[in-house]
């Protein structure tokens, strides 16, 4: 593993992998191909005047391992920040982005609901069901 500056050249991926075998998103979702293919090879294909060709990169959580982790010092993780923010300018976040950045709507969903899961999951049956 190299010790030099991570650079934002999607030219120096070998396509090796590493970053994908290392990544979270990647390890627990198929709707995320994984941070080569939406960082560096997707790079390729993106031009400044057209819409982003891949929606796929909105699931990367920008945690940096793939970055860390790449043997030739490729910025995956800001690569991928960079598509993140020019496809926000292009579409509406999602859902999904939404209800997770405000945790106290979660907490609010979750005290009303309290009363009729709390006694629904002591049932045998109900918990079989989940």
């Known amino acids: 593993m190299t010790t030099s500056t991570p650079t934002l050249s999607a030219d120096l991926c070998l396509k090796c992998n590493i970053c994908t075998a290392a990544c979270p998103v990647a390890a627990v979702t198929e709707l995320f191909p994984g941070p080569k293919a939406v960082g560096p090879q997707a790079q ?70 309290a009363p009729i899961a709390n006694p629904l999951l002591r049932l045998g049956a109900a918990r079989w069901a989940l």
């Open 44 to 113: 390729r294909f993106r031009h400044p005047r057209l819409p982003s060709p891949d929606l796929s990169v909105a699931w990367c959580s920008g945690c940096g391992t793939c970055t860390r982790v790449c043997p030739h010092g490729v910025a995956i993780a800001e690569i991928n920040i960079q598509a993140k923010a020019r496809l926000a300018e292009e579409h509406a976040p999602p859902l999904r982005d939404h209800v997770i950045s405000r945790p106290e709507w979660l907490g609010f969903a979750g005290s009303l609901a």
